[in-house]
Every structure is written in structure tokens, then in C-alpha cells.
């Protein structure tokens, strides 16, 4: 029981980091219809600027803070300079995106090298939290992996409070469902562009500063994610939410309890899930067929 309990908690907690990517990501391609093979790349950049701030002032807040905002001027400089001169191009997208992923990726590998790096979280957060204990059973679970669930819980809310209940949101589900139709009532669709960009790629910061402390950083993290969040969003559906939350649960739980009773077997299991999704309901969970 107890190794079931801590593997449910693995599981979730793994979810946890994947939502925060890959809502990022579903909201980039459930408005813009941009395939942004680079968003993993965005997860690497404020990973390693968090390291480097945390490893020159000891200060983990001030990273938390300073790092997204990073990947948030990469996304938005992608953005501006790039994909609006190749938008409504599928292939032109991927391609000039995967150009940048291996183009920042190897600035990356030169600046940082290729050992294994760890942020070490502040005191409060860290340490290990007493979640059962009884006569039969002591369940014991580290801080850090607990405030991430908190952390992703607050995000998803607040994205749903933003998407339902605020006027940018109300353009964005707009331009979802009828990109042209809000072009023609006068709204600045390309500034609103720009901004789910930009709230794309803080999405994207965020999750690799929170991967950084919680498990750790190193080469090749940028691609493991990426992956991640497109069998998220394929899983759970384009565009939507809930079903990247949904997405992030099924593949968080699956990739844990296949590492700790199939372990064999473990890497095939998120794909399995993914066909079997793809050829029930290829839409995903909760996704929607739109046209582009």
C-alpha cells in the first residue's frame, strides 16, 4: 500500500509538470494553429537562467520570478520575427521552430556543458512532509513535489478563471471557434496572438523552473518535454484545458506505474494510450474538430 500510495503521488506530481507545459503549448496551437516544436526549448531556456540565478544569489524566489520572463522574451522574439512571416504554414512553422530548438539547444550545451544540475528549493518548501501516519502505514513525501501539485492546481485555475470569466479570454475561445469572425468585429487578433504567445511561453518557464527543482536539469530535457506535452495535448485534446489536465493525469500515472510494475515495458505505455486515443477519438478526450 504504502509503495502504491508514493508511486499514485509520483504520478501525480509528474502530471503536475506536465500541465504546466503542456497547457502552454495547447493554448499556443488551440488559437494560433502554430506547431511550435521549439516550445520545449522554452522550458530549457528558464530552466538553466533560474540555475544560473539561483546558483549566483542563493535566491530561489527571485528565480521563480526572473526565469520565465525569460522564456517569455525568447517565445515573443519567435514570435514577432519568425512565425508571423510563415503563419498558416504548417510545415514552414515546424520547421523554422525545430531550427531554433537546435539552434538554442546547442548554445545551451556551450554555455552550460552537459552535467547533471539541480535548484535547490528554499527550506520552506523542502525537506520531506508527513502525509500518514498510523500504527500500519507512514507516508512520507517530499515538500517540493507537494508544492508543485499546489503550484499546478493554482495555474490550472487560474486559467480557467481567465479563459471563462475575462474579455481576453472570451477572445481567445472566440478566435478558437471563429478566427475570421473576430477579425471582422475590429479586434487586434495578432496583438492577441502575441499575448497567448507570451502566456504560452511563461507557461513553458515555469515548468522548467519547477522541473529544475524538483528533479533535475540537464541536456536533452528540452526534446523529454516537448514529447511529453504533445502526447498531452493529443491525448487530452487540442486546445482545451481541461483535457490538457486530464491528458497530463493519465500520462503522469501511466509512465509511474509502469516504471514501478512494468518497468520494461514503462516507455510504451503513454504511446499505447495515445493510439488507442488516436483511433477512438482522434479529436482527443476533450478536444474539438476545428479547421484551420
Known amino acids: 500500500m504504502q509503495q502504491f500510495l508514493i508511486v499514485t503521488l509520483n504520478g501525480l506530481t509528474q502530471a503536475a509538470l506536465f500541465f504546466v507545459v503542456a497547457s502552454g ?10 506547431v511550435n516544436m521549439a516550445h520545449g526549448t522554452l522550458y530549457a531556456v528558464s530552466a538553466y537562467i533560474g540555475w544560473s540565478i539561483w546558483d549566483s544569489t542563493g535566491n530561489w524566489w527571485l528565480a521563480l520570478i526572473v526565469a520565465p520572463l525569460f522564456a517569455v522574451v525568447v517565445g515573443v522574439l519567435m514570435q514577432r520575427f519568425l512565425l508571423t512571416r510563415v503563419q498558416g504554414d504548417d510545415l514552414q512553422e515546424a520547421l523554422v521552430t525545430i531550427a531554433v530548438s537546435i539552434l538554442v539547444g546547442d548554445l545551451l550545451l556551450q554555455r552550460y556543458g552537459g552535467s547533471i544540475r539541480q535548484v535547490r528549493p528554499p527550506e520552506i518548501i523542502s525537506g520531506a512532509t508527513t502525509l500518514i501516519e498510523t500504527e500500519s502505514l507512514r507516508l512520507i513525501y517530499p515538500t517540493f513535489r507537494l508544492f508543485t ?6 495555474i490550472g485555475a ?6 471563462n470569466r475575462t474579455k481576453l479570454g472570451m477572445v481567445i475561445r472566440a478566435g478558437i471557434d471563429d478566427r475570421p469572425m473576430v477579425e471582422a468585429m475590429g479586434i ?7 499575448l497567448v504567445f507570451a502566456l504560452g511561453s511563461l507557461l513553458a518557464g515555469l515548468g522548467g523552473f519547477f522541473g529544475a527543482s524538483a528533479l533535475s536539469l540537464r541536456p536533452g530535457d528540452d526534446g523529454i518535454y516537448l514529447l511529453s506535452s504533445l ?4 491525448v487530452g ?11 497530463a493525469v493519465l500520462i503522469g500515472l501511466a509512465g509511474q506505474y509502469g ?12 504511446f499505447v494510450i495515445m493510439v488507442i486515443v488516436l483511433a477512438v477519438r482522434p479529436q482527443g478526450i476533450l478536444g474539438r474538430s476545428l479547421g484551420r
Do not use: C, D, H, Q
Open 149 to 154: 501539485l499546489f503550484a499546478a492546481i493554482l
Open 158 to 163: 487560474s486559467l480557467w478563471y481567465m479563459l
Open 259 to 270: 516504471l514501478a510494475y512494468t518497468p520494461t515495458y514503462a516507455s510504451l505505455i503513454t
Open 188 to 194: 487586434n487578433i495578432e496583438r492577441t496572438f502575441l
Open 237 to 247: 485534446g487540442m486546445g482545451s484545458l481541461g483535457g490538457a489536465a486530464l491528458g
Open 231 to 234: 502526447i498531452v495535448v493529443i
Open 25 to 34: 503549448f495547447s493554448l499556443i496551437f488551440g488559437l494560433m494553429r502554430v
